[in-house]
């Protein structure tokens, strides 16, 4: 399927050679394409193109998104609404969006802002932590690719990616559940790449971060699209080994790039409540192990750990 943008100059890398943009009616996409322009597109006519990036899904790079669209991608599928399989789409900037748990996330231009789609039939029980690791995986290793192996973030539990300890990504995964099937997934990933939001300092939250930071040629509006293609060849062929049933690659993945394993580190409730100052940790100790359900061993801590906000400590 092609790439419809309503930012063709923004979106020109992503064109296949020699191609152009045309102007299409949304209604000369076919259906699908079509819905799926007007949910996440806008009111005017889309810019299309042929690009290698999309591969066979529908991709939408739209300029600025007046809300999250992975939120809009669950309440069309709440309300009984479909998608086509492996849609993505792309805010280059936009409003009320958010990272994990509902906290705001700062969409600024030239950072990648993606959500996808997934249709699926697999078994929840196999499959569900797979899920969950999978846009943290895929986004650390398109990173490593798309930098030439300069740049190989860790992973924080369980949803961070960290360089030098500062938080340069985050990722979001979402299912729906049929019996003992996952249906379907949603993927959400918020990447600094260019610029690094001001936020209010937390003692429970890293400092952001962003790529170009840490590595040159990532400090133009364009760095985005960089991105884009790697990544979304690391989310197929995450999809791929959960289909086939090797889920488990996924969580070796993930503990090869583990920040906090063999760290000391200090687990917080998920709800702090109105004074952050007045909660106390829910444990503390060093990683031992990252277990198979995502739960971690500490030392000294007789239960593994199972939910929590964690703060990476300094050795002693």
Same mark, same amino acid.
């Given at each position: ?19 152009? #943009?045309?102007?299409?009616?949304p209604?000369?996409l ?12 806008g009111?005017?006519?889309p ?28 309440e069309? &599928?709440?309300?009984?609404?479909? *998608? ?7 805010? &280059?900037?936009?409003?009320r969006?958010q ?5 705001? #996330?700062?969409?600024?231009r030239?950072?990648?802002? &993606?959500s ?10 196999e499959?569900?932590?797979? *899920? ?22 860790g ?32 993927l ?35 760095? #985005? ?7 979304l ?6 999809r ?9 690659? *996924?969580?070796?993945?993930y ?21 952050p ?11 031992l ?23 990476l400590?300094?050795?002693?």
């Amino acid at each position: 399927m092609p790439l419809l943008t309503d930012t063709p100059h923004a979106a020109e890398p992503l064109l296949a050679a020699g191609m152009r #943009w045309e102007r299409v009616d949304p209604a000369a996409l076919g259906p699908e394409a079509a819905d799926a322009w007007r949910a996440f597109g806008g009111d005017g006519l889309p810019w299309v193109g042929p690009s290698p990036a999309a591969g066979a899904r529908l991709l939408i790079v739209r300029e600025h998104a007046p809300a999250s669209q992975f939120a809009r991608m669950q309440e069309l &599928l709440a309300a009984g609404g479909e *998608l086509p399989d492996g849609l993505a789409c792309v805010a &280059l900037r936009g409003r009320r969006f958010q990272g994990q748990r509902g906290r705001s #996330w700062k969409a600024l231009r030239g950072n990648l802002h &993606l959500s996808v789609y997934l249709a699926l039939d697999l078994a929840a029980a196999e499959s569900q932590v797979g *899920l969950a690791l999978l846009p943290a995986v895929a986004t650390a290793r398109a990173i490593e690719a798309a930098s030439g192996g300069r740049l190989r973030p860790g992973t924080k539990w369980v949803n961070d990616l960290l360089l030098g300890g500062c938080k340069v990504a985050g990722v979001l995964t979402a299912t729906q559940l049929q019996g003992a099937r996952v249906r379907h997934a949603l993927l959400g990933i918020g990447a600094n790449l260019v610029r690094a939001p001001r936020l209010p300092p937390s003692p429970r939250v890293p400092e952001p971060g962003c790529l170009a930071a840490f590595a040159e040629g990532w400090d133009d509006d364009g760095a #985005w699209a960089r991105l884009l293609p790697p990544l979304l060849r690391e989310i197929d062929a995450g999809r791929a080994a959960l289909e086939a049933g090797d889920g488990a690659a *996924l969580l070796v993945a993930y503990r090869e790039r583990a920040a906090f394993l063999g760290r000391p580190v200090t687990i917080w409730p998920v709800d702090e409540g109105p004074d952050p100052d007045a909660v106390r940790p829910l444990a503390r100790g060093r990683v031992l192990e990252l277990l198979p359900d995502l739960s971690l061993r500490l030392e000294g801590v007789a239960e593994p750990v199972r939910s929590g906000r964690m703060t990476l400590d300094e050795d002693d």
